[in-house]
């Protein structure tokens, strides 16, 4: 499939507006969007994966429903149609689930910078279990809220597929970046743990596992935290990965300079820098005893020669 973007222009300023949400900012607080979707082949079990995935981002989840079979990610210029979907739904990550008899069960997760693919990375799932099956435990965590994520095993610092893994899970479940949080507001814990296979000792089996957490009374001012699993749950092994070019990496983790905007400031390209300054209303100037030029008391006095004898020659003229 050939994908094409027609630029267009707002019209109003509700599509100024939604523009102007799409565009890069210097410090982004918002969650990452995600893409869910199937590509050529998928399977009953990457469908209720994908579902259950969803709604653990809560709005933050855009999930399709159809196949897209020109949908491959590591493959040369596969990744057209999904950048293509990526800029339809402003996504900022995305979620492929397909099935193949070489690597059945794939699920591929991505991150894109400025809507093109930035990194990927394959994860072979197994012993899934959907939320559905741990009954009403999920009830006790809200959608989209922000989960403690806990990374256990120290695979995850060493092997090179895992802490790409890492990084890319980390980021598409963090949700929104905040500057403090309430502990009670923390619902849900996202653990994954990497553990040894012993059929293949150079790929770890990580076991993903999520837990709604419950606060219970304990005698004192601390509460007491239990965790009870509420799903989904999965096992993988890494497949495929792709880092991003080191040229793009530099690009995308650069961080913006952000300056402290100064009142009564602006910055012009002619003059440079421009400000206004606020002075006090003075007082005391009118009572000051000016000295008047001699000159501008002979201009007053013959102004007044001149108002005299126009009002003179007014009222002869009125009397005949």
């Known amino acids: 499939m ?85 800029r339809k739904a402003d996504a900022g990550a995305f979620a492929l689930a397909s099935h193949q008899k070489k690597r059945p069960h794939c699920l591929t997760l991505g991150r894109f910078f400025e809507y093109r693919l930035f990194d990927c990375v394959e994860m072979l799932v197994s012993n899934f279990k959907g939320i559905e099956a741990f009954g009403s435990a999920a009830k006790g965590a809200v959608a989209g809220s922000k989960p403690c994520i806990c990374f256990m095993g120290e695979d995850f610092e060493t092997h090179d597929g895992l802490k790409l893994a890492k990084n890319i899970l980390a980021d598409i479940f963090r949700g929104r970046v905040v500057d403090r949080i309430n502990l009670k507001g923390i619902d849900r814990a ?12 150079s790929t770890p089996v990580v076991m993903f596992r999520q837990y709604v957490v419950k606060y219970k009374k304990s005698g004192t001012r601390l509460p007491l935290v239990e965790l009870e699993e509420m799903g989904p749950s999965f096992d993988f092994t890494l497949g495929r990965h792709r880092e ?18 100064q009142k009564n400031v602006t910055t012009d390209a002619i003059e440079g820098k421009v400000g206004r300054l606020y002075v006090e ?37 009125s009397h005949e």
């Open 190 to 201: 996202i653990v994954c743990t990497a553990l040894p296979n012993p059929s293949a000792p």
């Open 2 to 86: 050939e994908a094409k973007m027609e630029i267009k222009r707002a019209k109003t300023n509700a599509g100024k507006r939604a523009l102007l949400a799409r565009a890069p900012k210097k410090v982004e607080k918002a969650g990452k969007t995600t893409l869910f979707l199937h590509g050529q082949n998928s399977s009953g079990l990457l469908k209720t994966l994908l579902t259950d995935l969803a709604r653990v981002k809560g709005h933050e989840a855009h999930k399709m429903s159809r196949k897209n079979p020109g949908v491959r990610p590591f493959e040369g210029g596969g990744e057209t149609s999904l950048e293509f979907f990526a």
């Open 281 to 317: 209303r003075q007082t005391g100037l009118d009572a000051l005893g000016a000295k008047k030029m001699k000159g501008l008391k002979r201009e007053r006095r013959e102004r007044a020669a001149e108002r005299a004898e126009g009002k003179r020659a007014r009222d002869q003229s």
């Open 244 to 261: 991003a070019p080191p040229d793009v990496k530099r690009e995308a983790y650069q961080q913006a300079r952000v300056v402290k905007k």
